[in-house]
């Protein structure tokens, strides 16, 4: 499948651990009206990993002030995730989706299929679905979560932004 910015985002309905340590089921239908920001992330138990999923959490609540919600999503396990968040990782205010099956990770386009895990994705989606921005790291590189919110309030202004935009700064 191709991914192309503009078109809606692929649909999903998937197993997560949800931030009260519960097995849930979610869909991206269950965000509409909101902004997602889906990330994808090698494995668990890893060491850049930990550091990213750390950093969407610390500026979660950034997220919800701009009406976004966050997703992280690995092939590993509902076990390994809860197990991680159990042992190490810590208490997160977002789900962690289970792609076990590897279905999203493909659908996404980020599955590195001789591996078996994902490669650092970021998409971001409107509230109509449609996907707005997709980045994606080699596995060794950790994202900017920074950059992840600057591009959010970027394509929330509805408007041209330059290089090096910033909130609070003139559109074009």
């Given at each position: 499948?191709?991914?192309?910015?503009?078109?809606?985002?692929?649909?999903?309905?998937?197993?997560?651990?949800?931030?009260?340590?519960?097995?849930?089921?979610?869909?991206?239908?269950?965000?509409?009206?909101?902004?997602?920001?889906?990330?994808?992330?090698?494995?668990?138990?890893?060491?850049?990993?930990?550091?990213?999923?750390?950093?969407?959490?610390k500026h979660?609540?950034?997220?919800?002030?701009?009406?976004?919600?966050?997703?992280?999503?690995?092939?590993?396990?509902?076990?390994?995730?809860?197990?991680?968040?159990?042992?190490?990782?810590?208490?997160?205010?977002?789900?962690?989706?289970?792609?076990?099956?590897?279905?999203?990770?493909?659908?996404?386009?980020?599955?590195?299929?001789?591996?078996?895990?994902?490669?650092?994705?970021?998409?971001i989606i409107?509230?109509?679905?449609?996907?707005?921005?997709?980045?994606?790291?080699?596995?060794?590189?950790?994202?900017?979560?920074?950059?992840?919110?600057?591009?959010?309030q970027a394509?929330?202004?509805?408007?041209?932004?330059?290089?090096?935009?910033?909130?609070?700064?003139?559109?074009?």
């Amino acid at each position: 499948m191709s991914l192309r910015i503009g078109q809606q985002a692929p649909n999903f309905s998937v197993e997560v651990v949800a931030p009260n340590g519960e097995f849930e089921t979610v869909s991206l239908g269950d965000y509409r009206g909101k902004w997602t920001v889906l990330f994808f992330y090698p494995l668990d138990f890893t060491f850049v990993c930990p550091t990213e999923i750390q950093g969407f959490n610390k500026h979660y609540e950034r997220f919800r002030e701009l009406n976004a919600e966050v997703l992280g999503a690995s092939t590993d396990s509902l076990y390994s995730h809860k197990a991680w968040t159990e042992d190490g990782l810590g208490k997160l205010k977002f789900p962690l989706i289970s792609d076990y099956t590897k279905e999203l990770s493909t659908q996404y386009d980020v599955l590195v299929p001789e591996e078996g895990f994902a490669l650092r994705g970021t998409f971001i989606i409107d509230p109509e679905g449609v996907l707005r921005s997709v980045v994606v790291n080699d596995e060794a590189v950790g994202r900017s979560v920074d950059e992840t919110l600057r591009t959010l309030q970027a394509l929330q202004t509805g408007e041209n932004t330059p290089c090096e935009w910033t909130p609070g700064e003139a559109t074009l």
